[in-house]
């Protein structure tokens, strides 16, 4: 059996807004974006970060989520004009913990789909420190193309991606 | 290294149909994920049963965002496990959603059933008509599950594809 779950591309940025997978392949069912990052935003504890596909600026993405900020419930929406499923990363604020990073998972089904699409993504940050600064949330997106989706953009909200942050793209095939 | 996530079956409806069911899942996994992208013009709710036992042997919880609010809940006895819970526009026709249903030890018969799910509906540009949520469900049942029933008004391209997961 072949396997199912398969690595497309990764990346390790340094330094940079935004990270780009390009020309993916239409072999899979599903895409899954794990992602592992801290921008070196000064001005605030938590960034946001969001996907975009295809390098569509078109405003055709729209995105609810529910997140727990600091002990806080809160609701995020809004239309992004190149991109949505907005989450949230650490930055380097002094409050910070060093070497933290943020964790997220982004789904993204049937992408080759002549529907539109709809992608999910689940995070969270944990501060591990007396400060008690976290974040957890999830987000529902969508994408108002029936384009393929063949490249995968992500963007932060704030400052540059810092050393030691990662992304992966994997492919999942239902047969 | 063996394969540890492996696709058990897929449906794809090519018209429209008030259920979906997996029947004679083999038991040689350890746990079950299943990715339902559904649409449904009938909007509302759907629901999920375990080897076709319509009793009252199901419980669920659950967290859930609409719009401009929150719902939560716990569920007594009941017949089946929702899978839209306290979501008033629920499904929608435009716009598939994404359900990422998790089934944990599936084939242990010392334990009820519990499965995880988080949902995700986004029916319109600007951020508006949209929920999601986590919900919780158990089936007070010892028995292996062998079939799982996905009950709603299903239209055309609704598609559902059921993974193994085995832990070595």
Same mark, same amino acid.
């Given at each position: ?175 | ?23 004679? *899942? ?21 629901? *999920? ?51 990422? *249903? ?67």
């Amino acid at each position: 059996m072949p396997s199912t779950y398969s690595l497309i591309a990764s990346a390790t940025p340094t330094t940079g807004t935004s990270v780009s997978f390009t020309s993916i392949p239409d072999t899979y069912t599903d895409l899954v974006l794990k992602i592992s990052a801290r921008s070196n935003y000064t001005s605030g504890y938590i960034t946001t970060l969001y996907v975009g596909f295809n390098n569509n600026s078109s405003n055709l993405f729209s995105y609810l989520g529910m997140y727990a900020l600091g002990g806080t419930l809160g609701l995020l929406s809004g239309a992004g004009g190149n991109g949505a499923g907005d989450l949230y990363m650490p930055t380097e604020n002094s409050n910070i913990t060093s070497n933290l990073f943020g964790s997220a998972e982004i789904y993204i089904s049937n992408y080759k789909a002549s529907t539109y699409k709809q992608f999910s993504s689940n995070y969270c940050v944990e501060n591990n420190n007396t400060a008690n600064y976290y974040a957890l949330g999830t987000t529902s997106s969508a994408f108002g193309s029936t384009s393929t989706v063949s490249s995968i953009e992500v963007y932060l909200g704030d400052g540059n991606f810092v050393s030691g942050s990662s992304l992966y793209l994997y492919g999942i095939k239902n047969s | 290294m063996p394969t540890t996530y492996e696709p058990i079956a897929t449906t794809t409806l090519n018209s429209s149909a008030s259920s979906i069911s997996f029947s004679s *899942i083999p038991s040689t996994y350890t746990d079950l994920k299943l990715i339902f992208v559904p649409l449904s013009a009938a909007g509302g709710n759907f629901y *999920i049963r375990f080897n076709s036992d319509t009793g009252n042997n199901y419980t669920y919880s659950y967290i859930t965002y609409l719009d401009g609010g929150y719902a939560g809940s716990t569920g007594t006895a009941t017949s089946l496990i929702s899978g839209s819970p306290g979501l008033t526009n629920g499904l929608n026709g435009t716009y598939p959603n994404l359900y990422d *249903i998790n089934i944990n030890s599936y084939t242990n018969t010392s334990i009820y059933k519990n499965c995880l799910f988080s949902f995700y509906e986004q029916h319109g540009l600007g951020g508006t008509s949209a929920s999601g949520g986590y919900v919780i469900g158990n089936w007070a049942s010892t028995d292996a599950i062998t079939s799982i029933q996905l009950e709603a008004d299903w239209d055309s391209g609704t598609t559902a594809t059921l993974y193994g997961i085995k832990k070595a």
